[in-house]
Each structure stands twice: as C-alpha cells, then as structure tokens.
C-alpha cells in the first residue's frame, strides 16, 4: 500500500471530529416523529435530508500526489461542511423540543384529565345514583313505615272504638232480647189463656145460643099466603095431618125469616112454650103427609149447623145429628162421639 501524507491525514482526523460532534449533537430522530401536529410552525416545515454525505474513497498516494487529487479533497471536504449545514438547520435546538415535549404532555395532560374526568364524572353520577336510590328508597320506607304505623294506631283505635259500640249495642240487644224473650213468652202464655178463655166463651156463648132455641122449630117449604096467619095455620095443620091438638097460646112467637141467597117460601121460626110442647110436634117430622105441608127441624145454631155439615163431609164419620142440644157423630166402628164446636175430629176418632 502507498503511505499517505501528512496532508492528507489530517483532513480525514479534521472529517471524523466534525463527525462525531454533528453524531453528539444530532438529536434522535425519533422525537421528531412524536407528534408533529403539535410541533412548532417553524419544526413542521423543516425538511429534514436523510441522506447521508458520501466519502469517497481513499485515494491512493499516487493520487494525492498529484495537484488534481487534492483538489478532489477539497471538494469533498466542501461538500461534507454543506451536508453537515443542512443537518444543522434541520436539526430541532432545545427549546422546539422542550416546546414539543410540553406540548405533547398538554395534550396528553388534557386528554387524560378528560377521560379521567369522564369516568369520574360516571362514577360520581353512578354512585350519587346509587346513594339518592339507596336514600330516597330508606326514606320513603321510613316515611311509609310511619305512615303505616299511624294508619294502623288509628285503625285500631277506631276499630276498638267500634268493637266496643258494637259490643255496647250487643250487649242492650241482648238484654232487650232476653226482655222481649220474656215478654213473649208472658205473651204466649197469655195468648194461651186468652185462647182458652175465649173458646170456653165462645163454647158458653154457642151453648147459651143452643139453649135459646131448644123450644123452637124451623120450617122449610111453607108455602106463603097473602095475609097469613102463621100461629092459627100451624095449629090447624097439626090438628088436621096428626091429630095434635095445640092451642095457640102454647106458641110464644112465630115468624118468617128473611130468605137470603136460597129460593121458595121463607122459612118460619116458632118458639113454644116449652119443650116437652116441642119435642110432641117434632116427632112428627117424619109424617109423610105432614112434610106436604112442610118440614121439620130442629132450630141450632150457625155454629153447630157448621160442625154438623164438616162432620157429614169427614169420610170418617157416618152420620151426624142433633138431639136435646148437643151434636153426635157415629164413626165407622159403629161407635158414638160426642162434638162441641171446638172439637177436631182427629181427637175423637183415632183412625
């Protein structure tokens, strides 16, 4: 290999110190790349050279010897000073980093607050949510509770009021009705009583009637005449059909009675005297040339025509008549009861 001069030698140890101080001073270029939306005007509109300055080749000592090879060193030397100008210029100083490095942390800054204050902002809202939910729903029960509470101490009171009215009025119920049980029963017992007394009265009263009339008849199908005189015709009629010789004043009173619904001559009422009197006409009753005059009953009362006609009607019963005041029913055992108007025929005749 040629030897190299001193010359030259020194440019190449001048090159490489210049080197290494742009390589010290020569910023990474990744904090270029950072953020560029935030970098300064003047930092966004350097143009930064990637390219690298080219060294030549060694030359050869047969090269530099010549006037033209140092030349050619020159030159290049010239050309690595431009390069290194431009590294320079595009090259970010201190203070656009700092700048930058400030402006990055704003936005980070900033961004972060707002996400920390969004999600803070939705932990308070979520907790206050919590919290409001949480105390509004303790509250309204308390408030509810209570309410309850005070609904029920009334309810009960005035349930206990009204209980204790009811059993107030329960209580003068009760002991109205015991009375009233006790004057119904003092009702009743009269009622009895009364139904006794009143049926023995009407009894007396129906047999006092009966008793009235025990001298009387009762003629049915005596023909009317103008200007009749019913006590001489009655006496004419049983002298001249019977052969009974009545004198007029044996008869009290004689008369007509009014006709009512039934049609034909109006019966006649005739009283007598007494009642052995009537007991020798009316054994005539059954003097068939008498009934062509008229006939022959025995005069009862309403009362007892009534019993007479349910008894006939009783399929029970057989017959039923009138003698001396008293009514008799013959069942169909052949047996003879006894009838007042009070009397139920279940009573006497047990089938």
């Not at 009265?201 to 008849?217: F, P």
Request: glycine share 2%; net charge positive.
């Amino acid at each position: 290999m040629s030897a190299e001069t001193p010359s030259t030698k020194k440019a190449e140890e001048k090159n490489d110190k210049r080197t290494q101080e742009t390589s010290q001073k020569a910023p990474d270029r990744r904090l270029v790349q950072l953020n560029l939306h935030s970098a300064p005007a003047a930092v966004k509109n350097t143009i930064v050279s990637e390219k690298q300055p080219q060294k030549k080749q060694r030359s050869s000592s047969s090269d530099i010897e010549t006037p033209s090879g140092a030349l050619d060193v020159f030159n290049d030397l010239n050309k690595i000073q431009l390069s290194l100008q431009e590294i320079q210029q595009a090259m970010v100083n201190k203070n656009d980093v700092k700048e930058l490095v400030t402006s990055i942390i704003a936005e980070v800054k900033s961004e972060l607050k707002n996400e920390l204050k969004q999600e803070i902002l939705t932990e308070v809202k979520q907790t206050m949510k919590e919290t409001l939910e949480s105390e509004i729903t303790e509250k309204v029960e308390k408030t509810l509770d209570k309410k309850i509470d005070i609904k029920a101490k009334d309810l009960e009171y005035t349930v206990k009021e009204v209980a204790d009215g009811v059993n107030l009025e329960l209580e003068t119920l009760r002991e109205k009705f015991v009375q009233q049980n006790r004057e119904l029963r003092e009702l009743k017992e009269n009622l009895k009583q009364c139904q006794i007394m009143s049926g023995e009265a009407l009894q007396l009263a129906n047999h006092n009637h009966q008793y009235s009339q025990k001298n009387n008849i009762k003629f049915m199908g005596w023909k009317e005449t103008k200007d009749e005189d019913l006590r001489s015709d009655l006496c004419t009629i049983l002298r001249k059909k019977v052969g009974i010789e009545l004198d007029p004043k044996d008869v009290l009173a004689i008369h007509r009675l009014p006709n009512g619904k039934l049609s034909g001559p109006r019966p006649v009422i005739a009283k007598f005297t007494s009642n052995e009197i009537k007991v020798k006409v009316i054994k005539k009753r059954s003097n068939e040339d008498l009934k062509k005059s008229f006939l022959m009953y025995d005069h009862i009362t309403p009362r007892n025509a009534k019993l007479i006609r349910e008894l006939k009607e009783d399929p029970r019963i057989l017959s039923a008549w009138f003698y001396n005041g008293k009514i008799f029913a013959l069942d169909k055992d052949n047996i003879r009861h006894k009838f007042d108007i009070l009397d139920s025929v279940s009573d006497k005749v047990k089938h």
